[in-house]
């Protein structure tokens, strides 16, 4: 029979028994796979995620069968967002425990991550079948639905979680995030203010609540949130990040560029620490620093758009047009150029070479260039007007005088010419934009970069000859402010944009209204991912801006049953289009749709083109009625009701403002 001194004794026996296997594991080898795992994960904690997966990679090769290595390679490769990488790996892991519930879970994550929704809905419901109260599950699945734009059902899981567990810190700011992004600020700060009192000592935590506190520009309020973040952890690089764009939004460029030293001195080539310093530069008056900074920035990063985009806005703004520079960096568009026309793309070429252009114009290679594209793809007005450019600057060589000769016989027969009509001076457009950027929505890497890409669309859409910009992209909070200003300005349409921006992602979402009552007509958005997103996402947005305003010319020159009408083959027109004729205040644009609202009545008769030019066409008109009405100066509109062009926005994939808040969501660890 067993004592009460035995009973107490028995654990010490235990204890005494099992401390000499704790002893030799606190003294494993240094290339012992546990210890090679457990230096990974100390690494991890400080956010070397490279020498931890180094480690964890060694830990594997002396024991392929070791479980933990594999799983933290895939959660790290999961952070990093290498994807393909994650899944590899903690398919691995399962194969060493099929039914470990932490590695299913992120394979589901991963799946989501890399778009196959469907996939990783069906390894959510499996789970959640065998094991209802998985929270991490329940987050899981509320971070897919958030992907899917299924806001509700993310907002439910994360209820159903803080009911069960009212401090998880992931819930807790998941809400907060998803509440704030929906507007719900009062919401939002509730579960912020619960955050920060279960996990006052978690920076993240602090981080988040004043980056929330940044948005609804709070900025004393951010400002504290953020230090205390650096109290907890000082080398903490978003924070820093947050403070210099507080006072950067403040007007404090000094303490701005002050604060980005300061995260420059934590890692010297974090690029968004230049972005910033190099735009407070530019703000101080300091132009040749902040060009110097963003040229520094391109060379660290030449893979990084947005700081390019910046450096050539700035080099346009700040030098004149025959600075060195200017050309320098001139000379990579048309580099890109001549390998996109050498692929036989000649669109993407083209868009190059009017890059170029606009930041060199008096360069004799980019005119030609481009001059050689717009032959090829059928505008050889254009090409004739910028080779006579090179002419008139007296830097026409015989190459270009050689040409001028060639498209002067081309042109001699096309209707320009036979009108003697100078279509790309006396040709105006016909709609007219402005561009607005929300401030209170989208979330960019680079902070306040957002007007260096409305700048950029804005340059692409004056390509387009029917578009005309009547002013610089206006950044705004509030629709209200963009629709006063729209008004004033006395423009057809205006766009009010917001930009998404991950280190992996590029989006953009735009909302097209009229201008004379502020009622929505279009909503379009574009998600780009991989190399030359930033780019490509700009590219398709003009196109589909370009496709959805509705065409209309005006009557220019009128002879008997012969008229010339100013729309062009770059306006999409072909020989045989037929067009109605109205008096031009006959005519108004349509209140919730795109198109022209008229009566019937007004209809003065019909045009059918008959020969097209880059910017004009010719063709017959047939009067309507007894008598002839037609006058130059008459609108012209398609006789049809216009279809959409150009590429329709994505459907099946989700919206980008979902996948936007997604990844916001999926920094919370």
């Given at each position: 029979?067993k004592?009460?001194?035995?009973?107490?004794?028995?654990?010490?026996?235990?204890?005494?028994?099992?401390?000499?296997?704790?002893?030799?594991?606190?003294e494993?080898?240094?290339?012992?796979?546990?210890?090679?795992?457990?230096?990974?994960?100390?690494?991890?904690?400080?956010?070397?995620?490279?020498?931890a997966?180094?480690?964890?990679r060694?830990a594997?090769?002396?024991?392929?069968a070791?479980?933990?290595?594999?799983?933290?390679s895939?959660?790290?490769?999961?952070?990093?967002?290498?994807?393909?990488?994650?899944?590899?790996m903690?398919?691995?892991?399962?194969?060493?425990?099929?039914?470990?519930?932490?590695?299913?879970?992120?394979?589901?994550?991963?799946?989501?991550?890399?778009?196959?929704?469907?996939?990783?809905?069906?390894?959510?419901?499996?789970?959640?079948?065998?094991?209802?109260?998985?929270?991490?599950?329940?987050?899981?699945?509320?971070?897919?639905?958030?992907?899917?734009?299924?806001?509700?059902?993310?907002?439910?899981?994360?209820?159903?979680?803080?009911?069960?567990?009212?401090?998880?810190?992931?819930?807790?700011?998941?809400?907060?995030?998803?509440?704030?992004?929906?507007?719900?600020?009062?919401?939002?700060?509730t579960?912020?203010?619960?955050?920060?009192?279960?996990?006052?000592?978690n920076?993240?935590?602090?981080?988040?609540?004043?980056?929330?506190?940044?948005?609804?520009?709070?900025?004393d309020?951010?400002?504290?949130?953020?230090?205390t973040?650096?109290?907890?952890?000082?080398?903490?690089?978003?924070?820093?990040?947050?403070?210099?764009?507080?006072?950067?939004?403040?007007?404090?460029?000094?303490?701005?560029?002050?604060r980005?030293?300061?995260?420059?001195?934590?890692?010297?080539?974090?690029?968004?620490?230049?972005?910033?310093?190099?735009?407070?530069?530019?703000?101080?008056?300091?132009?040749?620093?902040?060009i110097?900074?963003?040229?520094?920035?391109?060379?660290?990063?030449?893979?990084?758009?947005?700081?390019?985009?910046?450096?050539?806005?700035?080099?346009?703004?700040?030098?004149?047009?025959?600075?060195?520079?200017?050309?320098?960096?001139?000379?990579?568009?048309f580099?890109?150029?001549?390998?996109?026309?050498?692929r036989?793309?000649?669109?993407?070429?083209?868009e190059?070479?009017?890059?170029?252009?606009?930041?060199?114009?008096?360069?004799?290679r980019g005119?030609?260039?481009?001059?050689?594209?717009?032959?090829?793809?059928?505008?050889?007005?254009?090409?004739y007007?910028?080779?006579?450019?090179?002419?008139k600057?007296?830097?026409?060589?015989r190459?270009?005088?050689?040409?001028?000769?060639?498209?002067?016989?081309?042109?001699?027969?096309?209707?320009?010419?036979?009108?003697q009509?100078?279509?790309?001076?006396?040709?105006?457009?016909?709609?007219?934009?402005?561009?607005?950027?929300?401030?209170?929505?989208?979330?960019?890497?680079?902070?306040?970069?957002?007007?260096?890409l409305?700048?950029?669309?804005?340059?692409?859409l004056?390509g387009?000859?029917?578009?005309?910009?009547?002013?610089?992209?206006m950044?705004?909070?509030?629709?209200?402010?963009?629709?006063?200003?729209?008004?004033?300005?006395g423009?057809?349409?205006?766009?009010?944009?917001s930009?998404?921006?991950?280190?992996?992602?590029?989006?953009?979402?735009?909302?097209?209204?009229?201008?004379?009552?502020?009622?929505?007509?279009?909503?379009?958005?574009?998600?780009?991912?991989g190399?030359?997103?930033?780019?490509?996402?700009?590219?398709?947005?003009?196109?589909?801006?370009?496709?959805?305003?509705?065409?209309?010319?005006?009557?220019?020159?009128?002879e008997?049953?012969?008229?010339?009408?100013?729309?062009?083959?770059?306006?999409?027109?072909?020989?045989?289009?037929?067009f109605?004729?109205?008096?031009?205040?006959a005519?108004?644009?349509?209140?919730d749709?795109?198109?022209?609202?008229?009566?019937?009545?007004?209809?003065?008769?019909?045009?059918?083109?008959?020969?097209?030019?880059?910017?004009?066409?010719?063709?017959?008109?047939?009067?309507e009625g007894?008598?002839?009405?037609?006058?130059?100066?008459?609108?012209?509109?398609?006789?049809?009701?216009?279809?959409?062009?150009?590429?329709?926005?994505?459907?099946?994939?989700?919206?980008?403002?979902?996948?936007?808040?997604?990844?916001?969501?999926?920094?919370?660890?």
């Amino acid at each position: 029979m067993k004592t009460p001194e035995t009973h107490r004794f028995l654990p010490l026996l235990i204890l005494s028994a099992l401390l000499p296997v704790f002893l030799q594991a606190q003294e494993l080898p240094p290339d012992h796979p546990i210890s090679l795992y457990r230096q990974g994960m100390e690494y991890r904690r400080i956010g070397d995620f490279y020498r931890a997966l180094e480690l964890f990679r060694a830990a594997t090769r002396k024991n392929p069968a070791y479980f933990d290595p594999i799983f933290a390679s895939a959660e790290l490769f999961f952070q990093l967002e290498e994807y393909d990488e994650a899944l590899k790996m903690v398919d691995a892991a399962l194969r060493l425990s099929r039914t470990d519930s932490a590695a299913r879970v992120l394979k589901a994550r991963i799946l989501v991550g890399m778009g196959k929704f469907k996939e990783a809905s069906d390894l959510y419901t499996n789970l959640l079948r065998e094991e209802p109260n998985n929270t991490e599950a329940r987050l899981g699945k509320a971070e897919l639905d958030l992907a899917l734009g299924k806001n509700r059902n993310a907002t439910l899981e994360y209820l159903d979680t803080l009911q069960r567990f009212p401090d998880n810190r992931r819930a807790l700011l998941s809400l907060g995030v998803l509440l704030s992004q929906q507007g719900n600020v009062q919401e939002a700060e509730t579960y912020f203010d619960a955050a920060l009192r279960y996990h006052s000592d978690n920076p993240l935590v602090h981080y988040l609540v004043g980056e929330y506190y940044f948005r609804q520009r709070k900025y004393d309020l951010a400002v504290e949130r953020a230090k205390t973040a650096l109290s907890i952890k000082p080398d903490y690089p978003e924070a820093h990040q947050l403070l210099g764009w507080i006072s950067f939004q403040q007007g404090d460029y000094s303490e701005a560029y002050s604060r980005m030293d300061r995260l420059l001195s934590l890692n010297r080539s974090n690029p968004l620490g230049f972005y910033l310093k190099a735009l407070s530069a530019l703000r101080l008056g300091r132009k040749d620093e902040g060009i110097t900074l963003l040229r520094s920035l391109v060379t660290l990063a030449p893979e990084d758009e947005v700081a390019r985009i910046t450096l050539e806005d700035s080099l346009k703004e700040h030098l004149p047009v025959e600075d060195n520079l200017r050309k320098t960096y001139a000379q990579y568009h048309f580099d890109r150029g001549d390998k996109f026309h050498d692929r036989n793309l000649f669109q993407r070429a083209l868009e190059e070479y009017r890059r170029g252009l606009q930041i060199d114009p008096y360069s004799k290679r980019g005119r030609l260039a481009y001059a050689e594209i717009q032959q090829k793809i059928g505008f050889p007005g254009y090409a004739y007007n910028s080779l006579e450019f090179l002419k008139k600057q007296n830097l026409a060589d015989r190459t270009a005088g050689e040409q001028l000769e060639i498209l002067t016989s081309i042109l001699s027969d096309r209707p320009a010419q036979r009108w003697q009509y100078d279509q790309f001076i006396n040709r105006k457009p016909t709609l007219s934009l402005s561009l607005f950027v929300d401030l209170s929505s989208g979330a960019l890497q680079h902070g306040f970069s957002e007007l260096f890409l409305a700048r950029y669309l804005a340059d692409l859409l004056i390509g387009i000859p029917s578009i005309q910009i009547l002013a610089p992209p206006m950044a705004v909070h509030t629709f209200g402010e963009a629709f006063q200003e729209a008004r004033q300005r006395g423009t057809d349409y205006f766009i009010f944009l917001s930009f998404g921006e991950t280190a992996r992602e590029f989006s953009i979402q735009g909302d097209l209204f009229l201008s004379r009552t502020g009622g929505k007509i279009e909503t379009f958005s574009v998600y780009r991912t991989g190399n030359d997103r930033v780019q490509n996402a700009l590219l398709q947005v003009s196109s589909l801006i370009k496709g959805k305003l509705p065409l209309r010319g005006e009557l220019l020159k009128r002879e008997f049953e012969r008229a010339l009408v100013g729309l062009g083959s770059a306006d999409g027109v072909k020989k045989g289009d037929k067009f109605l004729i109205l008096p031009a205040q006959a005519i108004s644009l349509k209140n919730d749709s795109i198109g022209f609202v008229y009566s019937p009545k007004e209809i003065l008769g019909t045009f059918t083109v008959t020969d097209v030019d880059d910017l004009l066409c010719e063709g017959t008109v047939v009067k309507e009625g007894f008598f002839d009405r037609i006058n130059p100066g008459d609108a012209v509109i398609p006789y049809e009701e216009q279809k959409p062009k150009g590429e329709p926005s994505p459907s099946p994939t989700p919206p980008p403002s979902a996948l936007m808040l997604y990844k916001k969501i999926l920094r919370i660890q």
